[in-house]
């Protein structure tokens, strides 16, 4: 994984080559199901200043206005996501490569904290079915002794890395 990290997490999703909308947006920063809010109103709202330069859309203006309520600002983006045609399965995708990518630059070096700390995160995530994480019990008789290893840590960072390059590779093959 040679990705540069970025503080701002639209930066981050950019930098990964996915498609930004306004689907994405609403879910990021609503949340979703195990997905936490991860954009901000200011986010969101110089993102659609941004978008201003290419497109008349009054609902994108009125968006990019800081001064929006809550209410209203939620209710513009929810009428912006609305018109758009996007897969809400990937945008969610890409919401949990972002959350593992930015969990992945602060994980311990101590081999179990960093096993409690990538369990964690994919329990946070609500274990979804391509989960590439093994958790000590779950489905396997792994003894503690067996699991809390440096070199099951160093194995787990790895299929949890590739998990990040695969999927990463298949939301862009969606997105084209």
Known sequence: ??????????????????????TLLQIGYLGCDFIPSVFTKGDISSYALNQLESTDDILVAMLADTNNTEYEFERILERLARNEDVNVDNQIRKLRVLILFRHFRTLPYDYTDGL??????????????????????RGNSLSPSTYYTKEMYETLKKRNIDWLDNEISYIKKQEN
């Not at 409690?116 to 019990?137: F, K, M, R, V």
């Open 1 to 22: 994984m040679e990705y540069k990290f970025y503080p701002n997490s639209l930066e981050q999703l950019v930098h990964f080559g996915f498609k930004i909308n306004w």
């Open 116 to 137: 409690i700390e990538l369990t964690e995160i994919w329990i946070s995530l609500g274990l979804p079915n391509d989960c590439p994480h093994i958790i000590q019990g």
